[in-house]
């Protein structure tokens, strides 16, 4: 892959709640790494991994009295990046590293890496469904992935692979019968596939235990910018409506990690035998397979023929079911060449400071 240039003004995915904890946690996001963990009274915290005196990682070091010592020399860092704590004498003004803003929503700790002021709550999508645990039973689950978070991005809105590639979710024959559209709104892409007459999938199977066997299935796709997916699968049968049958909205939320790995937020709700907690176990295990096992693969060696090279650079043949997953490109592009163009502007006319020799 050509080096990556991220949405940085945005919201993402840094972790699931409970994996915040007393302890430090280091994950790298966008290329940089950053050291989490919750301060005394259980707010998260979020700073740059490198120690600015010899650039170890903190994460290695230890929590004391709130602040994070580095595992080096000792120096210790707080909650906003200052230098509380130099063993070895004053503390140099320079002692501080990077803060981050954090949002705790639902269930997960969002991280904007972009301007601090910029940051504003309300630029969350909607993902709500997922942390709505008296309508919905949930499962969620955390992936690594080794793969480009574009990449990933093109096959969750890529809604014709699913017969070819998943045994758990797809039909092998229903191609010829599924209907493909594509909406935008502003800057949300709605990817929809509808599949009349169509058998029910072995995730179905088991959450519809009905003598029906064909219905009309849905798969109806939401992106937003940057790389925050949610997915509404659902099964009625033959021209009924959508809301008697069983329903399972997902959130497929990704976070890149570095040009060619990134980090894959899931989370499934169901509506039907919501206290079933085999069945649960089920759909983690199924949904955990169809990626790790199904998908991953795919992509991973898609990425290697393209031999790091950007996909558009390559000029890919485009079928009309890529239509959304285009469409997200060109809006993420535009986004992040807006906010480069603005960080330009505001460099050329921040105040110079006059050096003397």
């Given at each position: 892959?050509?080096?990556?240039?991220?949405?940085?003004?945005?919201?993402?995915?840094?972790?699931?709640?409970?994996?915040?904890?007393?302890?430090?946690?280091?994950?790298?996001?966008?290329?940089?790494?950053?050291?989490?963990?919750?301060d005394?009274?259980?707010?998260?915290?979020?700073?740059?991994d490198r120690?600015?005196?010899?650039?170890?990682?903190?994460?290695?070091?230890?929590?004391?009295?709130?602040?994070?010592?580095?595992?080096?020399?000792?120096l210790?860092?707080?909650?906003t990046?200052?230098?509380?704590?130099?063993?070895?004498?004053?503390?140099?003004?320079?002692?501080?590293?990077?803060?981050?803003?954090?949002?705790?929503?639902?269930?997960?700790?969002?991280?904007?890496?972009?301007?601090?002021?910029?940051?504003?709550?309300?630029?969350?999508?909607?993902?709500?469904?997922?942390?709505?645990?008296?309508?919905?039973?949930?499962?969620?689950?955390?992936?690594?992935?080794?793969?480009?978070y574009?990449?990933?991005?093109?096959?969750?809105?890529?809604?014709?692979?699913?017969?070819?590639?998943?045994?758990?979710?797809?039909?092998?024959?229903?191609?010829?019968?599924?209907?493909?559209e594509?909406?935008?709104?502003?800057d949300?892409?709605?990817?929809?596939?509808?599949?009349?007459?169509?058998?029910?999938?072995?995730?179905?199977?088991?959450?519809?235990?009905?003598?029906?066997?064909?219905?009309?299935?849905?798969?109806?796709?939401?992106?937003?910018?940057?790389?925050?997916l949610?997915l509404?699968?659902?099964?009625?049968?033959?021209?009924?409506?959508?809301?008697?049958?069983?329903?399972?909205?997902?959130?497929?939320?990704?976070?890149?990690?570095?040009?060619?790995?990134?980090?894959?937020?899931?989370?499934?709700?169901?509506?039907?035998?919501?206290?079933?907690?085999?069945?649960?176990?089920?759909?983690?295990?199924?949904?955990?397979?169809?990626?790790?096992?199904?998908?991953?693969?795919?992509?991973?060696?898609?990425?290697?023929?393209?031999?790091?090279?950007?996909?558009?650079?390559?000029?890919?043949?485009?079928?009309?079911?890529?239509?959304?997953?285009?469409?997200?490109?060109?809006?993420?592009?535009?986004?992040?060449?807006?906010?480069?163009?603005?960080?330009?502007?505001?460099?050329?006319?921040?105040?110079?400071?006059?050096?003397?020799?």
């Open positions: 892959m050509q080096k990556t240039t991220y949405l940085r003004n945005a919201w993402y995915a840094a972790a699931w709640q409970n994996e915040i904890t007393g302890e430090l946690l280091g994950r790298t996001l966008l290329g940089q790494p950053i050291v989490f963990y919750r005394e009274a259980g707010k998260p915290i979020a700073l740059s120690c600015p005196h010899r650039y170890a990682p903190l994460s290695k070091g230890k929590i004391i009295d709130g602040a994070i010592q580095c595992p080096y020399h000792g210790r860092f707080g909650p990046g200052a230098c509380v704590h130099n063993p070895h004498g004053s503390i140099p003004k320079a002692a501080r590293v990077g803060a981050f803003p954090l949002l705790e929503k639902y269930g997960l700790v969002w991280i904007w890496m972009g301007d601090p002021a910029a940051a504003d709550p309300a630029t969350l999508p909607d993902f709500s469904i997922i942390a709505d645990h008296d309508n919905y039973a949930i499962v969620q689950g955390y992936l690594h992935v080794g793969a480009n574009q990449l990933i991005t093109d096959n969750l809105l890529d809604l014709s692979h699913a017969q070819y590639v998943h045994k758990f979710i797809g039909n092998t024959d229903s191609n010829e019968r599924n209907i493909f594509m909406k935008v709104e502003g949300t892409v709605w990817a929809y596939n509808t599949m009349p007459n169509e058998p029910l999938t072995k995730l179905f199977q088991l959450m519809w235990r009905s003598s029906t066997t064909i219905g009309d299935r849905r798969a109806h796709m939401r992106w937003d910018p940057p790389c925050h949610m509404d699968v659902g099964f009625t049968e033959c021209g009924r409506p959508t809301s008697e049958g069983p329903s399972a909205p997902s959130a497929h939320i990704l976070t890149p990690e570095t040009e060619n790995s990134t980090h894959y937020f899931w989370a499934v709700a169901r509506d039907s035998m919501r206290d079933d907690a085999e069945l649960s176990k089920k759909i983690w295990q199924g949904i955990d397979t169809a990626f790790r096992l199904e998908d991953e693969p795919m992509i991973v060696d898609c990425q290697t023929r393209m031999e790091g090279a950007d996909l558009m650079s390559l000029n890919p043949v485009l079928l009309t079911t890529d239509a959304a997953a285009m469409r997200a490109r060109r809006l993420l592009a535009m986004r992040i060449e807006k906010e480069q163009a603005e960080k330009a502007l505001a460099s050329a006319q921040a105040p110079q400071v006059e050096t003397r020799a």
